[in-house]
């Protein structure tokens, strides 16, 4: 019985590195994202990242409790970003 629970506390801590892992990940897509997306030269690796950002979190987030309207407006930012990513710069 001991055994099953130091098994859960250490799952559990376990599961909490990886959930602060993914968040400070996301943290730093959303951030250099934006900076480069709105200040940058570069607006591909802007729209990279905060792809890299969106496309998860519309997964996790909308798709499987399906809330068809988040799901439409996150597919309109990833199309726009998709655009943003592949157009040659004038």
Known sequence: MILKEQLNIF???ASLKQFHRLLV???ICLIL???FFIFGENQKIG???LLL???PTKIIFH???FDQ???FIN???IVGLIIAAIREPK
């Open 33 to 35: 994202g934006s900076g």
């Open 47 to 49: 729209s990279i990242f």
């Open 63 to 65: 798709v499987f409790p």
């Open 25 to 27: 990940g996301a943290i």
């Open 11 to 13: 799952l559990q801590q």
């Open 75 to 77: 597919l309109g930012l």
């Open 53 to 55: 950002f969106l496309i």
């Open 69 to 71: 309207r988040a799901v």
